[in-house]
């Protein structure tokens, strides 16, 4: 029976599971490989303290030599190697048995990929737009990657895709997986390898090593192929791992057939399902998803002495995730997790009702393909539109043109709400650009806007936004932010911009609608000139957290009424308070930058803060000050220093 997961269709194989040691290693990379040429670099893993074995490493090398490459071996330091106390990946590669030269004698540079950025070959729909790559991988004439056979705590597995998000520096406010999809995409490696020589098995082998003689190495064109296969192995479902589930969905299953056994191993333990609901409930936040990565194994060799937390809440950490691969074991650390796991969201929702300015904003790529639309989808949506119209036009006028009207058509929402600005629509249309309209609009967290075609007579464009979840309060029930992706249509006349779209996917399910028009008209202002009227209609469904959903609010009108009503007078009184500050110059964005993955890890801010309390220079009874303050300083930006006693 062929493996779950893992393509197998006839034809020479996309990959070759290896059991022979170095020799059917290097005939498996020339059979898949044959025209390994030029300048080649080999990505490998070198996160301790499970880096990819220096021998599988030198194999691979050996076989680029003998095709005439020449090898650069090289990695990138990311927030989990430093939050471990590790500040040089030439360090991380000699502790790796890597020293330059293969037993063979061949000769290949170790280099840090962070040392030489690029800007990344992406187009402005993906997450790495705007962003940088290493150019040695970029320019390279062939790449390879080789990742460590590990079990994970949050993901069940990491392999290959995981190794490959050490060519670009870490995307602050983007998810790792969205990372994997572009660089798989427009900088794919030729060659994949995974050493499963000795598999780290247990709750989180990625990070506690629990070496299980497993002698295999798989070898495949397609990394995505190589993690199925790896998942294969190790008797999980592909899609535990997010970086492999996000792959799929916007790439598609892997392709070809692997040649080989990939029956499981027999002796290798992983994380009980609970333990990995618990902890990827937990690291939502990615400040205490740092936290949970330092505080899981170590210290490792040769790494700087962690914080004074830190180091006090490892071993805690350590053990509980050490336990958690049966029923019983799990216990301590779902406890431990489903802690974290309430205060991170109880936290967010508090900053989503409460405290918006406390809610990281996010990078994300487009999401869909606005291709896969053809332009009539496009162009015809005002027609699909006039639908929306003929609704609120046949609704009672308010007695305030200002007010809300709404009713509920097919359990969604069609509504239209108005504002006159005391502004010249000449120069209302000249700072606010309609096209940009939508990410105007109040709760905005994040998203991605690009131009579809170069018709001059058409403006068209699709775009993603994420917003806070609607009604804000929802989020204290569970509810997921509004994550919607649009195709849209720009209408500029000299009385009239307009903005019309129409939602195609919400990649969460946090919305069946969302569609609707933006429209800035030109009206009589006072003094004779000109005034602009905003109105914005539209028709929206969103997916209600199930609890919400259970009490069918719908089936109390006198309940559901005045709450949908008061929902959206805030929302689109907001929005418009927006609009008018980009007309006036003003700030108005909520939310903060999303945590900087350089800075330092929250521990060491508790650290920092609890050393400014308790810190008194020795011998002070006068109550001198002492002149020497700590130069660090803490996630907030505020630097810590010693008091008088």
Known sequence: MRPSGVANPGGPPAGI?????????????????????????????????????????????????????????????ASRERDRGHRSVGALAHAAGLTGHTDRGRAYAVVDLADDLVAAPVPPSGALAEQVVARTWSDADTRVVIGRAVTDLVDAYAGCLDTLLRVVPEVAGCEPADVAVDVLRHLAPHLAVVDAT????????????????????????????????????????????????????????????????????????????????????????????????????????????????????????????????????????????????????????????????RVDR???????????????????????????????????????????????????????????????????????????????????????????????????????NLYLAQPNYVAAWGGEPIDVCKIELVERGPDRHRLLWRTVHSPNGSAVHDDGMLTFERVAGPGGGSGTRVTIRGRQLFTLPPVLDAADLTSLPELHGPLLEEAYRRFFTSTFDNLEA??????????????????????????????????????????????DPDPALDVHGFRHVKGPR
């Not at 950490?317 to 431990?336: C, I």
């Not at 539109?385 to 007695?399: F, G, K």
Request: charge should be negative.
């Open 17 to 77: 599971v290896v059991r022979g040691g170095s020799p059917a290693l290097a005939e498996a990379v020339r059979r898949l490989v044959p025209t390994a040429y030029g300048k080649a670099v080999v990505l490998v893993r070198l996160s301790p303290p499970t880096p990819a074995s220096a021998v599988v490493v030198h194999a691979v090398v050996d076989a680029l030599a003998d095709a005439g490459c020449e090898v650069t071996v090289g990695s990138m330091l």
């Open 198 to 357: 000795v598999t780290s098995g247990g709750a989180d082998g990625n990070r506690i090593l629990d070496a299980r003689q497993t002698g295999t190495v798989v070898v495949t064109t397609d990394p995505l192929l190589a993690d199925a296969s790896l998942a294969a192995l190790l008797g999980v479902d592909r899609s535990t791992s997010r970086l492999v589930e996000r792959s799929i969905d916007a790439l598609g299953p892997p392709q070809g057939r692997v040649e080989g056994d990939l029956q499981p191993f027999a002796t290798v333990d992983r994380a009980h399902p609970l333990a990995t609901r618990a902890a990827r409930r937990a690291v939502r936040d990615p400040r205490l998803a740092r936290v949970l990565s330092a505080a899981t194994g170590g210290p490792d060799a040769g790494s700087a002495p962690a914080d004074t937390v830190l180091a006090a809440v490892r071993p805690v950490v350590t053990e509980a995730v050490r336990g958690a691969t049966d029923a019983v074991g799990q216990a301590a650390l779902v406890g431990l997790l489903g802690v974290a796991g309430a205060l991170t969201e109880g936290g967010q929702a508090w900053a989503a009702t409460m405290d918006k300015g």
């Open 362 to 464: 996010r990078v994300v790529p487009l999401g869909f393909d606005p291709g896969a639309h053809p332009v009539t989808d496009y162009d015809d949506l005002p027609q699909l539109l006039t639908a929306v119209d003929a609704v609120i036009d046949a609704l009672p006028q308010p007695a305030d043109e200002e007010d809300l009207r709404w009713c509920v058509v097919d359990g969604a929402t069609v509504f239209e709400v108005t504002r006159v600005v005391a502004a010249d629509f000449d120069a209302w249309i000249e700072r606010v650009d309609v096209a940009e309209g939508i990410s105007l609009m109040a709760d905005y967290v994040g998203g991605r806007r690009v131009a579809v075609g170069e018709d001059p007579a058409r403006e068209r464009q699709a775009e993603r």
């Open 582 to 627: 980009r007309f006036e110059g003003r700030e108005f964005r909520i939310g903060r930058p999303p945590p900087d993955p350089t800075e330092p890890l929250l521990t060491e801010s508790v650290r920092m803060l609890v050393d400014g309390l308790t810190s008194r220079p020795a011998g002070d009874e006068a109550g001198r000050h002492d002149a």
